[in-house]
């Protein structure tokens, strides 16, 4: 069957893997009110479109970080990509290699950060990181992936605590034996009693503050990117915080439920920030069409989650590259259906508010 959208692959993905899995990669929490959500926010907003604008040359470049990359698509931070293909994380970084955008790696892959950059050596990466109790593991993996030639540090700011996501403790999810969350393998000793997805439970630090924003800056020289911001506030203290990035994310629906879809709350982040360091935008991406809604909305790029994981399912590398092949020619459709020749000329104009 022919792959036309990424619907289809979330279908292949569903029917493909185990139950557990599945419900792994898909699972929200409590409800899942705000992980729908996230979808059907797209679908209420209408866009404006101008005609007679000689599209017949279109660009889908943009620039995230200083980089170029090929259009405004990257892979979003997650966990665990063994689960879906044999070889996980490193199909997952030929194909994003391949495409020419930016693939951010997960703490909890289950191939080496050394492993990955060997797979793609040219690739464009930057590396999702948590805060641990134990700091030196924070520190030592800040290290790694910076000699490794990792262009930024994404900071998740939304895991004090581990969402509830019901279907994972029904079916009581655990990592098979023969996978280990691999950027720890010798680092955390075995955990003797529980675990929580991968590595012993109470790993992660709930004191996490804006101090901490300070300390990572005394370890590195990467850009900082906070991923978790969903309020103006928030963005605000990012910026007085001196982080080069905001990914206005709720971690998929899979943390708190009830708080908004980010593509709702993107507006508010883009006029808080007001240009003075980049938004970016992940939760919900299944068209080319919700990428230039978020665009027009103020992100300089958004990052896909769950669709990255349904393409490894399907055909690793491969599918990876097809997903994004998709979204791009959706994307660069999109664009010029709105009369709109490079990234540039898509900006608020092109959102109908008074739908919203």
């Known amino acids: 069957m022919a792959m036309v959208c990424l619907t289809d ?25 705000t992980r729908d959500d996230n979808l059907l926010a797209y679908k209420r907003i209408r866009l404006r479109p101008r005609i007679l604008r000689d599209v ?11 980089t170029e990359i090929s259009f405004p698509v990257g892979i979003a931070p997650t966990a665990f990509h063994c689960l879906a ?3 996980g994380e490193m199909a997952t970084a030929r194909g994003t ?17 050394e492993e990955i950059v060997a797979a793609a050596p040219n690739g464009y990466r930057w590396f999702q990181l948590y805060v641990y109790r134990d700091r030196k593991l924070s520190e030592s993996i800040v290290h790694r992936v910076e000699a490794l030639g990792y262009k930024a540090l994404v900071l998740t700011v939304d895991v004090p605590y581990t969402g509830k996501r019901r279907n994972d403790i029904r079916n009581q999810f655990k990592l098979p034996p023969h996978l280990k969350v691999k950027n720890f393998d010798g680092v955390i000793q075995e955990a003797a009693s529980s675990e929580e997805y991968g590595i012993p439970s109470n790993t992660l630090d709930p004191s996490i503050s804006w101090k901490d924003v300070y300390w990572l800056q005394s ?5 900082i990117i906070i991923k978790g911001i969903l309020t103006k506030e928030d963005a605000e203290l990012a910026v007085e915080h001196g982080v080069q990035g905001i990914i206005v994310s709720n ?14 709350a993107l507006s508010e982040i883009v006029d808080t920030v007001q ?17 230039l809604k978020a665009v027009a909305l103020g992100a300089k790029c958004v990052f896909i989650g769950r669709p990255a994981v349904w393409g490894l399912a399907y055909k690793g590398e491969e599918g990876v590259r097809e997903v994004l092949q998709i979204l791009n020619d959706e994307f660069r459709l999109s664009m010029a259906l709105s009369g709109c020749r490079n990234v ?8 109908q508010f008074s739908k919203l």
Do not use: M
């Open 9 to 33: 692959f979330e279908e292949y993905a569903k029917e493909h893997l185990s139950k557990a899995t599945w419900d792994y990669y898909a699972a929200g929490a409590d409800e899942c009110c």
């Open 275 to 291: 240009g003075r360091i980049e938004v970016y935008l992940d939760g919900g991406i299944r068209t080319g069409s919700d990428v």
């Open 85 to 87: 293909w044999h070889e």
């Open 97 to 113: 290699e391949a495409v020419n955008t930016c693939y951010i790696t997960s703490t909890y892959s289950t191939c080496s950060v």
């Open 219 to 223: 370890l590195t020289r990467l850009p």
């Open 251 to 264: 971690h998929g629906g899979r943390q708190l439920d009830g708080g908004p879809a980010t593509i709702d």
């Open 56 to 66: 017949s040359v279109s660009d889908t470049r943009t620039t995230v970080q200083g």
């Open 344 to 351: 540039a000329e898509i900006n608020r104009n092109l959102i």
